[in-house]
Antibody, heavy 118, light 107 residues
Framework: EVHLVESGGVVVRPGGSLRLSCAAS????????MQWVRQAPGKGLEWISV????????SYADSVKGRFTISRDNTKNFLYLQMKSLRTEDTAFYYC???????????WGQGTLVTVSS | EIVLTQSPDFQSVTPKEKVTITCRAS??????LHWYQQKPGQSPKLLIK???QSLPGVPSRISGSGSGTDFTLTINSLEVEDAATYYC?????????FGGGTKVEIK
């Protein structure tokens, strides 16, 4: 069974930095594309970033480009999201997602809440 | 960027009624359109992929159709457990985008 567990969400001040982690199990992590999707409280879903199976290719939404960095460690089965220059509008639940079929969001973690507030 | 427009935003439905949610893309996307269900307090769950492919474990009363720019999610004979927000998503190209969501409430 696919299991994705995000961690690292905290309250951080505007301009601050944070790293989110996602522990993956139940599937061959190194074979699949991984993604981050976020959801502001009470709002809709927003795609943030994608990383290829080997980490060699990444892409970002314009809203986070230059501030967020996605990475992965296939030896430890972990996905990461390094976030810097955080803004209040980055406040959201951040979901780790595995894409087994193209860019489809096949399985989701339970999410971790990042709150950017002074 | 491909914009997905869902309608309606909200629907209040009696059990056993039929629910129809539409998703219109700003440009043709073939069948690269997927549907997700998000129940309160939970993360989203993939329901239908590539417009009409059902997933194991998804009730047969839930189905999808469409291609090009117009897509539909149908729930036949709504059950209480179907109360949720439903999102469409396109995977034709980056940036990946979602519709705004349709909240289905049980009357």
């Amino acid at each position: 069974e696919v299991h994705l567990v995000e961690s690292g969400g905290v309250v951080v001040r505007p301009g601050g930095s944070l790293r989110l982690s996602c522990a993956a199990s139940g599937f061959k992590f190194g074979d699949y594309m991984m993604q981050w999707v976020r959801q502001a409280p009470g709002k809709g879903l927003e795609w943030i970033s994608v990383i290829s199976w080997d980490g060699g290719s990444t892409s970002y939404a314009d809203s986070v480009k230059g501030r967020f960095t996605i990475s992965r460690d296939n030896t430890k089965n972990f996905l990461y999201l390094q976030m810097k220059s955080l803004r209040t509008e980055d406040t959201a639940f951040y979901y780790c997602v595995v894409s087994e079929d193209g860019y489809v969001f096949d399985y989701w973690g339970q999410g971790t809440l990042v709150t950017v507030s002074s | 960027e491909i914009v997905l427009t869902q309608s309606p935003d909200f629907q209040s439905v009696t059990p056993k009624e039929k629910v129809t949610i539409t998703c219109r893309a700003s440009q043709t996307i073939g069948t690269s359109l997927h549907w997700y269900q998000q129940k309160p307090g939970q993360s989203p769950k993939l329901l239908i992929k590539y417009a009409s492919q059902s997933l194991p474990g998804v009730p047969s009363r839930i189905s999808g159709s469409g291609s090009g720019t117009d897509f539909t999610l149908t729930i036949n004979s709504l059950e209480v457990e179907d109360a949720a927000t439903y999102y469409c998503h396109q995977s034709t190209g980056l940036p990946l985008t979602f519709g705004g969501g349709t909240k289905v409430e049980i009357k």
